[in-house]
């Protein structure tokens, strides 16, 4: 018997499964795509798909429904695969573990993928069926959404008719997203020389961060692992310290806010007095700043050996502890026009050391295009006054509210028809294909909802079966609707 045998609704589920059993980590969604084209044969439905994995679907109008505009169902194939630091899966190469514990249904020690797994496991459950009445449907699934938007913004659209779009890429039931933040990644590099140097590597651990997507959950007042780094080292200095780096890694994806990071350091003398001491002031101030957003942050601090190391000299050492300590990181400014919404940010989610540079690299968001460049080239202008350079990459533009929208009506609508009250009609500070495509299909009106899913983007993630069901019901009442 298979994990989620007996959930409801046993279609949904049945393709969830099926996805949860092929990788499809970013970069990774081959297996994935390849899949879904044979399911479109074996239904004997048009499909194309493209060089990077893209997938367009189409399935024809249900009697009565010809005359109805066509629709367009959206989301995505890649997945964030994060795991514990004791699973030993390799999301590249191996299945999720689905497990239902109570009302929800999680991964073991991963993430569970239900961003976007749950799109396209609703996706194939109404193209499988032969009970749901629709429009003509034009189902896109891309690819590499979750590492800058990268599927859509290759993608060739021009054969689509539909110009009404559901994006089913949210995570809180009862909110329909009407627009979100553009965005760009950024790497920064910063040189590095290294020389040889005596004395004891101490490994410095920073962990028990919750971390969280960094688009939904930036305005949350979370710490960020690498950030951190920065902290400790300067209070490394503040209480005489003399220290070289030797190795640095923190984060995992740029748009996930990290939890962990560390920095292995060469001391003349190990684990001093002063050290402690450091670590201590680090303590108190993590508590003081982060006690009610990250209780459980703690530093944990590791001594390896004492020989002769190939680390940092002075000046790189110095190079990186500034940028780790200068870099602007979090919410930068809120929408005077949306209450409580963020306006522009930024996660520093990935660090990297090598022989010849550390790498910086972050994902930014904003709504507002000009404040998304002036963040870029702030970033951009420290970097080069560290004498680093940086690289741009991943852009793609906002999706902004339109004040009219028959398809949102239709939501709101259908909504309150199934629900008794009405839907919250938000703008997001993630990112959405929806953008791209309204950049690239004329006239298009699109709108996004979809099931609530916890903690998306850590092995913390969970689907909520119950909310999955209605969310089925309420896309089915849409595709059903006639004026």
Not at 314 to 321: E, F, G, M, N, V
Not at 345 to 367: C, M, T, Y
Not at 452 to 478: F, G
Request: proline share 4%.
């Amino acid at each position: 018997m298979s994990a989620l045998t007996g959930l409801e609704p046993a279609s949904v589920f049945h393709y969830f499964e099926a996805i949860c059993g092929i990788p499809h980590t970013s970069h990774h969604e081959k297996a994935l795509s390849d899949y879904c084209a044979d399911f479109a044969k074996e239904h004997g439905l048009a499909c194309r798909q493209d060089e990077m994995g893209n997938l367009l679907i189409k399935a024809p109008a249900t009697p009565g429904y010809e005359n109805e505009p066509a629709l367009i169902l959206q989301g995505h194939l890649d997945m964030v695969g994060d795991k514990t630091a004791d699973c030993k899966l390799d999301l590249e190469k191996d299945a999720i573990r689905p497990v239902v514990d109570g009302g929800y249904v999680h991964a073991e020690g991963t993430t569970l993928g239900g961003d976007d797994g749950i799109a396209v496991a609703y996706a194939l459950a109404v193209l499988d069926a032969d009970d749901i009445p629709h429009p003509a449907l034009e189902v896109v699934l891309t690819v590499c959404e979750e590492v800058g938007l990268l599927g859509a913004s290759a993608m060739d659209f021009s054969d689509l008719a539909g110009r009404l779009l559901i994006n089913i890429d949210s995570e809180e039931e009862g909110v329909l997203t009407a627009g979100c933040a553009g965005g760009r990644r950024i790497e920064c590099h910063l040189p590095a020389a290294r020389a040889a140097v005596t004395g004891t590597a101490v490994k410095a651990d920073i962990v028990g961060l919750v971390g969280g997507h960094s688009g939904t959950e930036i305005h949350k007042g979370r710490a960020n692992a690498i950030a951190l780094l920065g902290r400790w080292l300067t209070l490394l200095e503040d209480h005489g310290v003399q220290y070289a780096v030797l190795a640095l890694s923190g984060g995992a994806k740029e748009n996930v806010i990290p939890k962990e990071s560390s920095v292995t350091l060469v001391l003349p003398a190990g684990i001093t007095e002063a050290v402690h001491a450091a670590a201590a002031d680090f303590a108190a101030q993590m508590q003081a700043e982060y006690g009610t957003a990250d209780p459980a942050i703690r530093l944990q601090l590791t001594e390896q050996g004492c020989s002769e190391y190939s680390a940092l000299d002075a000046d790189s050492t110095q190079r990186l502890r500034k940028a780790l300590l200068l870099m602007p990181w979090g919410v930068q400014a809120m929408s005077m026009d949306v209450p409580g919404l963020v306006e522009t940010s930024l996660n520093l989610g990935v660090a990297e050391l090598g022989d010849a540079e550390a790498i910086l690299r972050f994902s930014v968001r904003s709504s507002v295009p000009s404040a998304k460049e002036l963040l870029a080239r702030k970033v951009q202008t420290l970097t080069e006054l560290l004498g680093g350079s940086v690289r741009f990459h991943g852009d793609y533009p906002a999706w902004t509210y339109a004040r009219e929208s028959a398809l949102r009506d239709r939501c709101v609508a259908v909504y309150e028809a199934q629900y008794g009250a009405k839907p919250q009609i938000v703008a997001l500070h993630a990112g959405l294909e929806c953008g791209i495509l309204s950049g690239k299909i004329d006239g298009l009106d699109c709108i996004s909802f979809g099931p609530n899913l916890l903690n998306v983007h850590t092995p913390n993630e969970r689907a909520d079966i119950a909310s999955v069901a209605r969310v089925w019901e309420y896309l089915k009442a849409i595709l059903a609707y006639k004026e």
